[in-house]
């Protein structure tokens, strides 16, 4: 009975509590600055088929710094053929490493037509993957069956530059119980399957010291796949060989380079 009694005295303070936040217009919560509810009125807006004013909340979210809204307004702008009113919301979503931004632009870009537009729009497709992954990254393996228990330390250089990361270079070393075991130099490449899933392949060349079976020179290879994490890293699991090594499975994890050189920086 006690328990019946909370609930009648508690439910009409629950529903006057939901009934004030309902009584708040989006509307007038986006004019105060609330850009969830500019985009929540804009939707509500085009359902309701007033796209003049969707537009114009879809705007004060894009003006405040949601991408949310800047996609939604050049989709809507794009929709309604005003093509050149459609490219900037869309810039400021593509510079911000967004790939669904790379992606919508390609689509204005094709809508556009003419084969300098072609190109831009191929062009965004090929970057639209790659863009939130860092220039460079530091990655720690753990190397199993080779030819003794080995860590192995890379650099991974992947700007932009080297077609939208596809290419990579770097150095790895490799270490046992022994002390470090060979020194390599690489060249890679890697497709983006999608902004998550990063097959790759390297070649290595390099040194094999004393701590390894075949001191001297070093070649080998690796291929594997990339579980990519945006700006943060990757994990990954590969196969590989070297003189210095044998063959060998190994899985890792890397890291965003500027987050490995500012946690350095700030080491007593």
Avoid at 88 to 94: D, K, L, M, R
Avoid at 96 to 111: I, K, P, Q, R, V
Avoid at 224 to 229: I, V, Y
Wanted: hydrophobic share 45%.
């Amino acid at each position: 009975m006690r328990r019946l009694a909370f609930l009648a005295v508690m439910a009409p303070l629950l529903v006057a509590c939901a009934t004030t936040r309902q009584a708040v217009p989006r509307s007038t919560s986006c004019e105060k600055g609330s850009l969830w509810a500019c985009n929540e009125w804009g939707e509500q807006l085009l359902q309701d088929g007033d796209r003049t004013q969707a537009e114009t909340a879809f705007s004060k979210a894009c003006d405040g710094g949601s991408t949310q809204g800047c996609l939604a307004l050049g989709r809507l702008r794009m929709a309604d053929g005003n093509l050149a009113g459609a490219e900037a919301p869309f810039v400021t979503v593509y510079e911000t490493d967004s790939e669904e931004g790379a992606l919508a632009l390609a689509d204005l870009y094709d809508a556009r037509g003419g084969e300098a537009h072609a190109r831009a729009a191929a062009r965004l497709r090929r970057e639209a993957p790659a863009l939130d992954k860092p220039a460079f990254d530091f990655a720690m393996q753990y190397r199993v069956g080779a030819w003794r228990p080995t860590a192995d330390l890379a650099l991974n250089i992947q700007p932009m530059a080297f077609l939208e990361r596809r290419l990579n270079i770097g150095s790895n070393l490799a270490y046992t119980s022994r002390g470090i075991s060979e020194f390599n130099g690489f060249v890679g490449y890697q497709h983006f399957v999608n902004a998550w899933v990063v097959p790759y392949g390297r070649l290595m060349l390099g040194t094999a010291t004393r701590a390894s079976r075949d001191p001297g020179f070093n070649v080998g290879a690796e291929v594997g796949t990339r579980l990519a994490l945006g700006y943060f890293g990757h994990v990954n699991v590969a196969a590989g060989m070297s003189r210095a090594s044998g063959n060998y499975m190994s899985v890792g994890v890397g890291l965003n380079g500027l987050f490995v050189l500012l946690m350095l920086l700030h080491l007593p």
